[in-house]
């Protein structure tokens, strides 16, 4: 049976490459691109390949991508009351990450801003008490 199908399915393409139906110029000669798919489990990855050329994040992706941008955002914030509401907008989305998975994701280096910026929030604080 497999056999069978072997040879149809090779009958096919040969007949396809003679009528010029698998002709594509347009990637001849081009390397191929591969992927680093280490980070997705290996059952998932066709389904991650088909949503990714769909255009269509799976929701991991998507709340990644959200941590990236907010962790540019408190880079660039100088704010320390902005910057404490992103962190707590941040500590959310790694939260939500996390508890999606079965194994959580390492990310103590955004936890390293926080403690920062309520030292120096708790210090202004402090400093505004003391000139009352």
Not at 10 to 23: H, S, V
Not at 70 to 98: P, S, Y
Request: aromatic share 6%; charged share 40%; glycine share 4%.
């Amino acid at each position: 049976m497999i056999d069978a199908l072997r040879l149809i399915a090779e009958r096919k393409i040969t007949e396809a490459i003679e009528n010029g139906e698998l002709a594509c110029e347009g990637w001849k000669g081009r390397p191929l691109i591969f992927e680093d798919e280490s980070g997705v489990p290996p059952d998932l990855r066709m389904a991650y390949k088909i949503l990714k050329n769909a255009d269509f994040l799976p929701p991991e992706l998507e709340i990644k991508k959200e941590i990236a941008q907010l962790e540019d955002l408190i880079a660039r914030t100088e704010d320390e009351h902005g910057k404490l509401r992103q962190l707590k907008k941040l500590n959310l989305l790694v939260f939500k990450l996390n508890t999606m998975r079965s194994r959580p994701i390492q990310f103590e280096e955004q936890e390293r801003y926080f403690p920062k910026i309520v030292e120096k929030i708790s210090i202004l604080k402090g400093r505004k008490e003391e000139k009352k």
